[in-house]
């Protein structure tokens, strides 16, 4: 097998799974360190930096970071790297002298923001600091779309939300809020010299076919439409029994918000199995904590009214089978249909973009799904002084990810206005830091603990079903802070194996706890993986490998499980194992 | 010094047939110098005891004093284990041996425990062939107090210290052979695709099984003049041949050539197939065995492997013929027959 080739700054980068999972490639394990060390105005910084809204994600991140972590492939539970984002938010002092300055003398180009979300958020807060004068239309009252109107406020309270949107529109974004843009034309008449769309996927989908899906329309509402309602007071009553549909996250909103609304036998129905529901297990975890049971396999036939009155549903129970072409298809079980009485019905069975407002001969063109047709790493548009990013741009997703689309289209728009190649992207930082500091001492903390993952302390159930507003999690104090984020196994500390100077003494295969180092004679990567001490089965993790030493062997680790402890060094008599920190920053707008 | 050792292990590292992995076959984070040769012999002995399979408990692991002899700290820790006076560990170990004949013995030293305070205590144990294995840790200089030559240095050696070592060495392989050990072995702390393999045989050889490991000092004896550094012992290492050992449970499933391998059964049903090099010699012959080990050192090269097998040997409880039962679990009952009995051996003396 070729021997690593380290120079690229991707092989590292690949090592610390957290980071590299995050879309928005946050340095998770450096700011859990400054956790641990109590730095939280540090930690807020490197998140601010990189994602944009620590506090925000640190309660309602899809966290796709956490599958990811390798602790949780050497024991049962990952690191809780959203929460410890959260306990730097929470504990930090004011970090408003830390912010970015804003020049006073503008650059002379002009962006238009359409949509203010998370996405519009985050080009607004990349472009402010280069002199970019910067417009924001929204629908709304305020900034934040999704995370807004659709997150209730027991998940993410309002206090959290204002603060980091308003650490953002305070660099100085003009604001044009209560103000649907009904044209992109008369946007593009305005002279831009950008116009960045992040109307995210605005519309509820609904189910117009089902049966009396009309005639009980007072009593059946599309979730997020229903959520927004919620949260400017317009709805502050359910009725008694409601039924959810759907199994993504939006739906385990709906349902938690209607036990706070009056909903007291609150069903969620999904059409699939459980295990194939696209909500957060977490969220479906604190959905059933508030007595919401999730009842699968249920196909919605009717909605059942009686003189005017929704009085239930019926259901079909389904099997999820296999069709010859290896796609799970659900197929009735031929039982009597179920019905189940409710007074209410919430729809939370997907979500859908929409652009009727722009006009079709402007040269934009769209997808046969009805989304922008966009250069997927530009994110611009047939109509090239328009671009992208957050649901609007590739469909629902998640906030970490319109928040990763952002910063990418702020490169984008950023290079555009300068008359740049859009394609000439600057490179992420990269650097490489010695740990060693004495003999055997490191810089940073190389022992691991054997502590299992906090648990979150939450607020009393019959406190926060009387109230919407009150946050249900209460989030880790200092201490458990401290000790959760000494669970991280300090990926970013990289392993580098010095050829020329081992002299193949065995000492680290020895001490490795977990017996992922190997000499042994060279072969291709598949011989090789299979002929490890313990083989290498993991193949999404990469084999490290070192040219030939002197007997002719070759040095292979694999990286899978590796706890990152500094034993390999520690007991190597010639130094031929380095502990070296790798830090990688993704590029962002203005960086060169 | 490294003070701690993440408790967490590879979630997927086998267990053997005895159910164990190989973490229940470790011992305490190790105190030694980093690169220390001894560190291999620790895990390959960990190693040798998880494949045979061992059960933990019916260990006993022996050493005298050294750096060899704190070993024992840092393998095998769920066995039983006696960290005896300078030299002796052969006494010890026969006295626990005639106590329980049932046990494993394991017995590690080093080049000075063995070679000499403990000469004399190591040639009696040879002679006696008490059924252990005895596993010498060999560095050529005294690596607890700073590195003087020992006695198994070789003449014209060089440690750190830079001056050559003006004695003749004791081969402790070639003495072993001499005084009738049926089982002699030597083997290097860098190849552990050998000294596993040479251990699990060793320990499943009744009687003494003898093994001299080179293990590198890497404080004091590592230098360029030394022939007892990791370089030397690659540039100079030669083997009696490859050898498979097939413990007694296991199906032989390989195929062998006539003529180049042989198969030596061993005392357990286990059987060793060698397969020797060309002009190799029959190793079952002691004194062959001796003239080779003398070739290969005027060619100046460092015989390893299997040296001297004699699967016929008998151990020092069958010399003696003492009781099957361990001598331990002997009761009043069995030790004091009573008057009656007293009365038939005086008449069988009349």
Same mark, same amino acid.
């Given at each position: ?15 610390i799974?957290?980071q ?8 998770v ?16 910084m490197?998140?601010?930096v ?9 309660? *309602?991140?899809?966290?796709?970071c956490? %599958?990811?972590c390798?602790?949780?492939?050497i024991?049962k539970?990952?690191?809780?790297i959203c929460?410890?984002k ?6 930090k002092?004011s ?8 020049p ?7 962006i ?11 080009v ?5 600091p280069l002199?970019y004068?910067?417009?924001l239309y929204?629908?709304q009252?305020?900034?934040g ?12 309270p309002?206090e959290v939300?204002?603060e ?7 660099m100085?974004?003009?604001?044009h /809020?209560n103000?649907?843009v009904r044209?992109?034309k ?13 109307t995210?996927?605005p ?12 005639e009980?329309d007072?009593? *059946?509402?599309?979730g997020?439409?229903? +959520? ?5 007071r317009?709805v ?15 739906a ?6 209607a036990r706070r609304?009056?909903g ?18 977490w969220e479906?975890?604190?959905?059933l904590?508030e ?17 005017g ?5 019926r259901?079909?129970?389904?099997v999820?089978?296999?069709?010859e072409?290896?796609r799970r298809k ?8 179920? /019905? ?7 729809l939370?069975?997907g #979500?859908?973009?929409? /652009?009727?407002?722009?006009?079709k001969d402007?040269?934009?063109q769209?997808?046969?799904?009805g ?5 997927e ?8 002084q328009? /671009?992208?990013?957050?649901?609007a741009?590739f ?7 319109a928040?990763?689309?952002?910063h #990418? ?9 300068q008359?740049e190649?859009?394609?000439?992207r600057?490179h992420p ?8 500091m004495g003999?055997h001492e490191w810089?940073?903390?190389? #022992? ?5 993952r906090?648990?979150v302390?939450v ?5 926060s079903?009387?109230?919407r507003l009150l ?6 104090d ?13 990926c970013?500390v990289?392993t ?18 977990v017996?992922c180092?190997n000499?042994?004679?060279d072969?291709e990567?598949t011989? +090789?993986?299979?002929r490890?001490?313990i083989?290498?089965e ?15 062997r070759?040095?292979?680790k ?10 390999c060094?520690?007991?190597? %008599?010639t130094?031929s ?10 590029a962002q707008a203005?960086?060169? | 010094?490294?003070?701690? &050792?993440?408790?967490?292990r590879?979630?997927?590292q086998?267990t ?5 992995s190989r973490?229940?076959?470790e ?6 110098? $980093?690169?220390c ?7 390959a ?18 050493s ?5 002899s ?16 300078h030299?002796?560990m052969p006494?010890?170990?026969t006295g ?7 046990l ?10 063995t070679?000499s ?10 002679r ?8 010498v840790?060999?560095?050529g200089?005294y ?5 003087q ?5 070789d ?6 210290k830079?001056a050559?070592?003006?004695f ?19 083997g290097f702390?860098?190849?552990k ?6 251990l699990? $045989? ?15 000092c ?6 360029s003049?030394? =022939?007892k ?7 100079h ?7 498979d ?12 050539e006539e003529?180049?391998?042989q $198969?030596v ?7 060793i197939?060698?397969?020797?090099n ?5 190793? =079952? ?12 050192k005027?060619k ?8 001297f097998?004699?699967?016929?040997s ?15 679990t ?7 027959p009573g ?6 051996i005086?008449e069988?003396? &009349?």
């Amino acid at each position: 097998m070729k021997p690593t080739q380290t120079e690229n700054p991707e092989y590292f980068h690949n090592v610390i799974d957290c980071q590299y999972a995050c879309p928005a490639h946050t340095p998770v394990p450096e700011y859990i360190r400054l956790i641990s060390d109590g730095r939280y105005d540090d930690a807020y910084m490197i998140n601010w930096v990189s994602n944009v809204f620590p506090g925000i994600l640190g309660r *309602i991140c899809d966290r796709p970071c956490e %599958p990811a972590c390798r602790r949780g492939r050497i024991e049962k539970e990952p690191v809780a790297i959203c929460r410890l984002k959260r306990v730097a938010a929470d504990n930090k002092d004011s970090i408003k002298n830390r912010l970015p300055s804003v020049p006073t003398a503008k650059n002379g180009k002009k962006i238009a923001l359409i949509g203010g979300g998370p996405a519009s958020l985050t080009v607004a807060r990349d472009l402010l600091p280069l002199g970019y004068q910067v417009d924001l239309y929204d629908n709304q009252a305020a900034a934040g779309g999704f995370i807004r109107t659709q997150v209730p406020s027991f998940r993410l309270p309002a206090e959290v939300l204002n603060e980091e949107v308003n650490y953002i529109l305070d660099m100085g974004v003009t604001c044009h /809020f209560n103000h649907y843009v009904r044209s992109l034309k008369a946007m593009l008449d305005k002279g831009y010299d950008a116009i960045f769309i992040g109307t995210g996927a605005p519309r509820g989908r609904d189910l117009p076919e089902l049966p009396g899906r009309k005639e009980g329309d007072a009593y *059946i509402h599309v979730g997020i439409d229903w +959520l927004a309602a919620v949260l400017y007071r317009h709805v502050a009553r359910i009725g008694k029994r409601v039924l959810v549909l759907g199994g993504g996250n939006t739906a385990m909103d709906c349902c938690r918000t209607a036990r706070r609304l009056g909903g007291e036998d609150v069903r969620v129905v999904v059409r699939s199995p459980r295990t194939e529901m696209k909500a957060s297990p977490w969220e479906i975890e604190d959905a059933l904590h508030e007595d919401v049971p999730v009842i699968d396999n249920h196909v919605p036939l009717e909605f059942v009214v009686e003189k005017g009155r929704l009085v239930g549903m019926r259901f079909d129970r389904v099997v999820g089978r296999l069709d010859e072409n290896g796609r799970r298809k659900l197929a009735s079980t031929g039982e009597e249909p179920v /019905f189940m009485p409710c007074d209410e019905v919430l729809l939370a069975v997907g #979500q859908q973009n929409a /652009f009727p407002w722009i006009e079709k001969d402007l040269g934009l063109q769209f997808t046969q799904k009805g989304l922008p047709l966009l250069n997927e790493i530009t994110h611009q548009s047939t109509l090239k002084q328009v /671009f992208f990013a957050g649901d609007a741009a590739f469909g629902p997703r998640n906030v970490i990810t319109a928040v990763a689309q952002g910063h #990418q289209a702020a490169i984008s728009i950023d290079l555009f206005c300068q008359g740049e190649d859009l394609g000439n992207r600057p490179h992420p930082k990269v650097n490489l830091f010695g740990q060693k500091m004495g003999y055997h001492e490191w810089l940073y903390e190389s #022992q691991v603990t054997d502590d299992k993952r906090q648990a979150v302390s939450v607020i009393e159930k019959v406190k926060s079903l009387k109230d919407r507003l009150l946050e249900v999690e209460l989030g880790f104090d200092k201490e458990k802070g401290h000790k959760e984020a000494r669970r991280c196994l300090n990926c970013d500390v990289q392993t580098i194996f010095i050829a020329q100077t081992c002299i193949e003494c065995d000492a680290c295969v020895d001490i490795c706890p977990v017996t992922c180092i190997n000499f042994l004679a060279d072969g291709e990567e598949t011989d +090789l993986r299979s002929r490890l001490q313990i083989p290498a089965e993991n193949l999404s993790q990469s084999l490290y490998v070192s040219p030939p030493l002197p007997t002719g062997r070759i040095m292979v680790k694999d990286e899978n499980v590796c706890l990152h402890c500094g034993l390999c060094a520690e007991r190597c %008599p010639t130094a031929s194992w380095e502990m070296l920190k790798f830090t990688y920053h993704s590029a962002q707008a203005g960086d060169k | 010094m490294t003070f701690t &050792r993440p408790s967490f292990r590879h979630p997927s590292q086998p267990t053997n047939s005895l159910g164990y992995s190989r973490s229940d076959y470790e011992g305490t984070i190790s105190t030694l110098c $980093a690169g220390c040769g001894h560190d291999s012999i620790s895990n390959a002995i960990i190693q040798a005891c998880f494949e045979i399979p061992v059960e933990p408990h019916k260990v006993v692991k022996m050493s005298g004093i050294g750096c060899s002899s704190k070993t024992p700290a840092y393998y095998l820790g769920k066995s039983h284990g006696f960290n005896s006076v300078h030299g002796r560990m052969p006494s010890i170990a026969t006295g626990a041996n005639m106590a329980n004949r049932d046990l494993i013995y394991l017995g590690v030293s080093g080049d000075g425990d063995t070679a000499s305070i403990g000469m004399g205590q190591f040639i009696h144990v040879l002679r006696r062939d008490l059924n252990m294995t005895y596993v010498v840790m060999n560095n050529g200089c005294y690596g607890l107090t700073k590195g003087q030559d020992s006695a198994t240095a070789d003449k014209g050696s060089k440690s750190k210290k830079g001056a050559p070592n003006p004695f003749e060495s004791i081969d402790l392989c070639e003495l072993a052979i001499q005084l009738g050990a049926g089982f002699v072995g030597r083997g290097f702390s860098g190849d552990k695709q050998q000294l596993v393999p040479l251990l699990k $045989a060793a320990m499943s050889h009744e009687g003494i099984a003898f093994l001299d490991v080179i293990s590198p000092c890497v404080t004091f004896n590592n230098t360029s003049g030394s =022939t007892k550094s990791y370089q030397y012992v690659r540039d100079h290492i030669e083997a009696t041949g490859t050898f498979d050992f097939i413990p007694l449970q296991q199906e032989i499933l390989t195929q062998y050539e006539e003529g180049t391998t042989q $198969a030596v059964t061993m005392h357990d049903g286990s059987v060793i197939y060698l397969h020797k090099n060309a002009n190799s010699p029959d190793v =079952t012959n002691r004194r062959k065995s001796m003239d080779i080990l003398e070739a290969e050192k005027e060619k100046g090269r460092l015989l390893t492997g299997i040296l001297f097998l004699d699967p016929e040997s008998s151990d020092t409880h069958e010399i003696l013929a003492t009781s099957l039962s361990p001598l331990n679990t002997l009761t009043e009952t069995e030790l004091c027959p009573g008057s009656a009995a007293l009365q038939k051996i005086n008449e069988r003396l &009349r």
